[in-house]
């Protein structure tokens, strides 16, 4: 892992369905202003705007390919007009992984690239546990999401596997309070945020 260079700050928040990351970036960009920009979810955008969505395993591959290129020019996009502002990214690039229909390593060799260069692309990760792992209603407010609460846990589970080694993940655990939940994530964002404006020499 690289270190973060000069005026650079990419942070992923990411996690199971039903996990608060949504509403926590949300909160923090109004908190922080036009200091903080967030890359909206790819794949939301795709299926509300029609993208068909089918669970055989070529539709599957089809899919997660879209959304990954979708994904990583968004980031340009607003890296390329914000210069120097935080991205905040609603899920990344590595995400795809625990959706694909076969290994995480055939996803990376699909898609020409590999594991340690998507993790390389973020300087740090918070990672919203899912309601479900309490036992908590993951409907919310987000009309696309199709899972139940054992398919976001085991999607949740596949995700922690794949961002945990970032040198700069933090875990804000399932609460049954949401409030403490966002609470202590929000506090993880501001924690981080600080530790990378200093290290790219961000205003």
């Known amino acids: 892992m690289s270190e973060v260079t000069s005026r650079r700050c990419r942070i992923v928040v990411t996690g199971g369905p039903g996990g608060g990351k949504t509403t926590a970036a949300d909160l923090f960009r109004r908190e922080m202003g036009t200091s ?7 794949a939301t955008l795709l299926f509300q705007g029609g993208f ?3 669970p055989e395993p070529d ?12 994904q990583r020019n968004l980031e340009e996009v607003q890296a390329a007009r914000h210069v ?12 795809g992984a625990a959706y694909w ?10 898609l020409g690239t590999t594991y340690e260069a998507e993790l390389a692309r973020y300087d740090g990760v918070i990672f919203f546990e899912t309601a479900a792992a309490g036992g908590l209603p993951i409907e919310g407010n987000n009309p696309i999401r199709t899972e139940d609460a054992t398919e976001a846990l085991a999607i949740d589970r596949r995700l922690q596997a794949l961002w945990r080694v970032h040198p700069r993940y933090t875990f804000v655990p399932n609460n049954h309070s949401f409030f403490k939940k966002i609470s202590f994530g929000l506090m993880a964002l501001e924690s981080l945020v600080g530790q990378l404006r200093t ?3 961000l205003p």
Do not use: K, M, N
Request: net charge negative; with cysteine.
């Open 36 to 42: 903080v920009v967030v890359v909206p979810e790819s």
């Open 52 to 54: 068909p969505r089918y």
């Open 59 to 70: 539709a599957r591959v089809a899919a997660q390919t879209a959304i990954f290129h979708v």
């Open 84 to 95: 120097g502002r935080i991205l905040l990214c609603d899920r990344g690039t590595i995400d």
């Open 101 to 110: 229909p076969g290994s995480h390593e055939a996803f990376f060799e699909h």
């Open 199 to 201: 290290a790219a020499q």
